[in-house]
């Protein structure tokens, strides 16, 4: 198996990755930027067929491109963590062992899927998952679509889906007119965000308002939804798309033995200092790993890991402003957007938390926790091994997961049996 040696190996090329790169490339380090997306850009600057990548993405892969010591290895990623400052990496072709100086973790985030009766039906998807398959060129036009959750991703969503030409029905959002409207107002203190804000803006929102049940035969027919307190409305659609949030990608950095900020916090990020370190020495972190808040806020904790990851720090310290200030705009966000109380009561008895390995709500309510309900119930033990039903069980349940084991994705035999015959069987 190749063995493959850089100073700053950053995981993750969405605009965190980006900026800790072109931030580090000055230094004359090596730096070498791994993706698992056929291109930089991230979740939030995917293009596609089905989309041109954005100016802020040509951007900064123009930046990356400048620099001959950036090298980008997309279609590329992590399966392990083989010995200290070594990680094991898979593409379509091969697998590499990449020995690092330093580390920048830019992992992003997953969306938050909780389940409903109906859940399981095609036609049902993540909102950030529905913009995914338009860009990738999933053919949406004529189609009746509703959008329920909570958070501005519902609007982005839906404005995706319009300009390919879908009928945007309804988006549900879950919080209150006024925790959205003081959310609106707020606005003025970042007023590119407010711009955005009227050019996202929908006549079918609808606030206090969130999905009871999916109905259909073989694939998604209509949808319930609750509207305040006790109404209920049903509207006949082809697509529905749901979105509550995200949840940080710790699962690397947690390998590593980095430590977490605390459950009773929310969604677990990756705990980082001033200088975006986390708590293992020549590890950083940047985006949304270490919570949530926007791709200005990755820019800016991604420019100071990378200039700190080369030893940099005055450079670092000139963009803490930028950082504060969108840290303040990811709190007034979170603060917004907290999901009320009465979304733990969607899921009936019948309907599945673990679609996977088809495990009911009835059969984890009396489970004591994730190992027992992984144990007896075979919740987390399908095909993503936790990732959709462990997040869904840590929100209805307070359950903490375990920490992740490797291979942290999908692997080939041959990869493993590599690592094996150069003498390091740990994996």
Known sequence: MNMEHCDVLIVGAG????????????????????????????????????????????????????????????????????SPNELLLEDAERATRMQWRKLILCTGARELLLPFPGWTLPGVTGAGGLQALIKAGMPVEGERIVIAGSGPLLLAAAATA?????????????????????????????????????????????????????QGATQVESVRLRQGSASEVEIACE???????????????????????????????????????????????????????????ALAQGTIAGHAAVGNE??????????????????????????????????????LVCRCEDVPFSALAACSGWTDAKLHRRCGMGACQG??????????????????RPPLSPVRIATLAGLANDGDARQ
């Open 15 to 82: 605009p965190a990755g980006m900026a800790a790169a072109v931030a580090a490339a000055p230094s004359g380090a090596s730096i070498v930027v791994i993706d698992d997306n056929p291109a930089p850009g991230g979740q939030i600057w995917r293009d596609g067929p089905g989309a041109p990548p954005p100016p802020a993405a040509r951007k900064w892969r123009d930046a990356l491109e400048r620099h001959a010591n950036i090298r980008v290895r997309s279609g590329t990623r992590v399966v392990s963590a083989p």
């Open 162 to 214: 319009r300009a390919a030409g879908a009928k945007v029905l309804r988006i549900a959002e879950q919080a209150s007119f006024a925790s959205v409207a003081r959310f609106g107002a707020s606005l003025a203190r970042w007023p590119g965000k407010a711009a955005q804000a009227v050019t996202l803006a929908d006549p079918q929102y609808r606030t206090s308002s969130r999905i009871v049940s999916a």
């Open 239 to 297: 697509r529905i798309a749901c979105g509550f949030g995200l949840t940080p990608n710790t699962q690397l950095g947690q390998l590593l033995g980095c430590a977490l900020t605390p459950a009773s916090s929310g969604a677990q990020a990756l705990v980082v200092d001033a200088l975006q370190a986390t708590s293992v020495a020549g590890v950083y972190a940047a985006g949304e790993c270490t919570g949530f808040g926007g791709s200005e806020r």
């Open 314 to 351: 005055r450079a670092a310290k000139t963009h803490e402003g930028a950082r504060a200030r969108w840290n303040a705009f990811a709190a007034q966000l979170h603060r917004s957007f907290a999901l009320a109380a009465d979304i733990k009561a969607m899921p009936q008895p019948d309907t």
């Open 387 to 404: 990732r959709v039903c462990g997040d869904a069980a840590q929100f209805l349940f307070g359950w903490t997961p375990p920490v992740p």
